[in-house]
T-cell receptor, first 112, second 113 residues
Framework: AQRVTQPEKLLSVFKGAPVELKCNYSYSGSPELFWYVQYSRQRLQLLLRHISRESIKGFTADLNKGETSFHLKKPFAQEEDSAMYYCALIHGRETSGSRLTFGEGTQLTVNP | NAGVTQTPKFRILKIGQSMTLQCAQDMNHNYMYWYRQDPGMGLKLIYYSVGAGITDKGEVPNGYNVSRSTTEDFPLRLELAAPSQTSVYFC????????????FGPGTRLTVL
C-alpha cells in the first residue's frame, strides 16, 4: 500500500536561512508527487508538482527514486513562508480513479 | 466563480445525531473528494467520486455515506454521530486528471459531544 511520511511535525528557521521539508514515500508504482500548502486562515492549495519541475515562490522539490524522497527546499526562507506543508502522492490512476494520499504535514515557522 | 463551497462552517452535534455536510463546486470538475483532518494526522480520504452517479470508498469510510446526483454537488452524510468523528472536514474537486490541481473548500469544523 502507498504511504507518505513527513518526519518533522514542526520546523522552525530564521528568516534568510535555508529550509528543507522532508518527505518520503512508499509506492509500488511510478510515483507522482505534490506539495500542498495551507497558510493561516486560508484554504489548502497546490504549491508544486514534481512532473512540472517548477519553482514556485522560490521552492523546489526533486524526486529521488533511489531514496524514495521528495524533499521541499528553499535557499532563503521568508516570514510569509510560515504555513503547514503537506506532501501528497497520486495513486489509483490505473484502477478506480486517481486520488491522493497525504503525509501528516509539517508546520513551518520562519522567525524574524 | 465561487470555487468549492462548504456549509456549514461549524457544527456541534450530540452523540447519535445525524447531519449532512454540503459541498458544491462551480468549475464543472468531474472528480470530487471528502477528507477529514485530525490534529497531527494529515488528511484522510473518506469518499470520492469520479463523476455523477459514481462514488467509492477511501481510507476511512465507516460512519459516513455520500451521493453524487449532479456534477456540482457532493454531500457527506454522518449517521449516528460519534465523538471519533470530531474533526475538520474538507471537500475538494479536480478536473478529469489529477495531474491538474486539486481545489479545496474552506472546511467544516465538526464537534461531537
Amino acid at each position: 500500500a502507498q504511504r507518505v511520511t513527513q518526519p518533522e511535525k514542526l520546523l522552525s528557521v530564521f528568516k534568510g536561512a535555508p529550509v528543507e521539508l522532508k518527505c518520503n514515500y512508499s509506492y509500488s508504482g511510478s510515483p507522482e508527487l505534490f506539495w500542498y500548502v495551507q497558510y493561516s486562515r486560508q484554504r489548502l492549495q497546490l504549491l508544486l508538482r514534481h512532473i512540472s519541475r517548477e519553482s514556485i515562490k522560490g521552492f523546489t522539490a526533486d524526486l529521488n527514486k533511489g531514496e524514495t524522497s521528495f524533499h521541499l527546499k528553499k535557499p532563503f526562507a521568508q516570514e510569509e513562508d510560515s504555513a503547514m506543508y503537506y506532501c501528497a502522492l497520486i495513486h489509483g490512476r490505473e484502477t478506480s480513479g486517481s486520488r491522493l494520499t497525504f503525509g501528516e504535514g509539517t508546520q513551518l515557522t520562519v522567525n524574524p | 466563480n465561487a470555487g468549492v463551497t462548504q456549509t456549514p462552517k461549524f457544527r456541534i452535534l450530540k452523540i447519535g445525531q445525524s447531519m449532512t455536510l454540503q459541498c458544491a463546486q462551480d468549475m464543472n470538475h468531474n472528480y470530487m473528494y471528502w477528507y477529514r483532518q485530525d490534529p497531527g494526522m494529515g488528511l484522510k480520504l473518506i469518499y470520492y467520486s469520479v463523476g455523477a452517479g459514481i462514488t467509492d470508498k477511501g481510507e476511512v469510510p465507516n460512519g459516513y455515506n455520500v451521493s453524487r446526483s449532479t456534477t456540482e454537488d457532493f454531500p457527506l452524510r454522518l449517521e449516528l454521530a460519534a465523538p471519533s468523528q470530531t474533526s475538520v472536514y474538507f471537500c475538494a474537486s479536480s478536473p478529469r486528471d489529477l495531474y491538474n490541481e486539486q481545489f479545496f473548500g474552506p472546511g467544516t469544523r465538526l464537534t461531537v459531544l
